[in-house]
């Protein structure tokens, strides 16, 4: 699984959660860029190379939702963006019709997460 | 003559007044029988709606409950299960006063919602359609 030098970016507002999934995707082989909320997320997407983004749905001001849709209206097919959510705002199905790559639960099982992402990020490198 | 056929009038009179409060008196009986009907009718049919009203409150607040368990737990249990994760990794000693901090809020959100059996729930809007109880006012 080639993960090297792929950066993603991590969105939430829990500082605690945000850096932990940091320090996952880290032990990934990812390079990894943060921000607690959509607003600094989006602004980040913007200045930086950024391979995939994992993001938190409800967050005050700009959701997850709409940090994807911003995304999503530049490019409709890169970078994949995964959605994490506490409680479901939306299902998987809603999500794919957004755009969104996955969705996934808090707690959610990391160690899936970090391998959806890479070979999401595979499967667009290799189009 | 003259007195006798007055006499007989009036008792005539009399008769048709005597028909006329029975056959009212029949009447009010029945209107009254009516209203007896009536008024059970609607009460059945007050209660019923009561019993509806009272059943949709509680779906209301078990779903709100939901709600609030999967928005205010799962970020906080997400730390604490991310933070076991991450020592086992490290073995990081930092990573349990995260741990810790996790629980607490978690501990806290127990304590509040054992207040809501004491107390009347308030409702916040979580997203348009979707309401939570209110823990934050406790």
Redesign the interface.
Known sequence: MQTSKRTILIVDDEVDLAEIMCFIFEQGGFNVEYAYNGDTAYNKFKSSKIDAVVTDVRMPKVSGIDLLKHIKKENPSYPPIFLITGFSDINEEEAKKYGASGLFKKPAKFDLLVEKVANEINQYKNK | MERKNLKNKTKNELIELLLSIEEKYADSNAYAAELVSEIHEKNTKLNEAQNELLKSERLRVLNSMI?TY??EF??P???A???L??YT??KNIKRFE?LQ??LQRIESLVEKIDELAKNDVSFVN??DHVEMIDLGKR
């Open positions: 709600v999967n928005h799962r970020n249990l997400a730390i299960m991310g933070s994760e991450l990794k490290d995260i901090i996790s979580y997203t």
